[in-house]
Nanobody, 126 residues
Framework: QVQLVESGGGLVQAGGSLRLTCAASGRTSSRYNMGWFRQPPGKEREFVSAISRSGGSTNYAESVKGRFTISRDNAKNTVTLQMNSLTPEDTAVYYC???????????????????WGQGTQVTVSS
C-alpha cells in the first residue's frame, strides 16, 4: 500500500504558474503508474495527466496539453505537476493517484487508480 500527500496548491493570478508535488510513502512509488486528476467546483473529477512507472510515457488532457508538465523522481518518491499559463478554468482541487498495475502504462480512467491523496486546492483568479 502507498500513502499519497499533495502539496503546492494555492492562489495564483491568471497567467501564473504553480508546481504541485505528490509525495509517496509506504511502498515505493516506482511500483506505481501515477496520475493527476482535478475536480472543479460543482463538477465531476477529471483526468489531468499521467506518467508511467518508468517515467517513459506521459499523457495529458487536451485542456492542459502544452501548459502542464508531469514528471517523477523515483529516488525521491515524488511526482510533480508543473502548471504554467494558468487560467480560471484550472481552478479545482487537484488529486494525486497511484495505479498499481504491473504494466508500465498511462491511463485516464479514475477507476484504474487504487490509491488517492487528499487533494490540494488550486485557485486561479482573473
Amino acid at each position: 500500500q502507498v500513502q499519497l500527500v499533495e502539496s503546492g496548491g494555492g492562489l495564483v493570478q491568471a497567467g501564473g504558474s504553480l508546481r504541485l508535488t505528490c509525495a509517496a510513502s509506504g511502498r515505493t512509488s516506482s511500483r506505481y503508474n501515477m496520475g493527476w486528476f482535478r475536480q472543479p467546483p460543482g463538477k465531476e473529477r477529471e483526468f489531468v495527466s499521467a506518467i508511467s512507472r518508468s517515467g517513459g510515457s506521459t499523457n495529458y488532457a487536451e485542456s492542459v496539453k502544452g501548459r502542464f508538465t508531469i514528471s517523477r523522481d523515483n529516488a525521491k518518491n515524488t511526482v510533480t505537476l508543473q502548471m504554467n499559463s494558468l487560467t480560471p478554468e484550472d481552478t479545482a482541487v487537484y488529486y494525486c493517484a497511484a495505479d498499481a498495475s504491473s504494466r508500465d502504462r498511462t491511463v485516464r480512467g479514475h477507476w484504474n487508480y487504487n490509491y488517492w491523496g487528499q487533494g490540494t486546492q488550486v485557485t486561479v483568479s482573473s
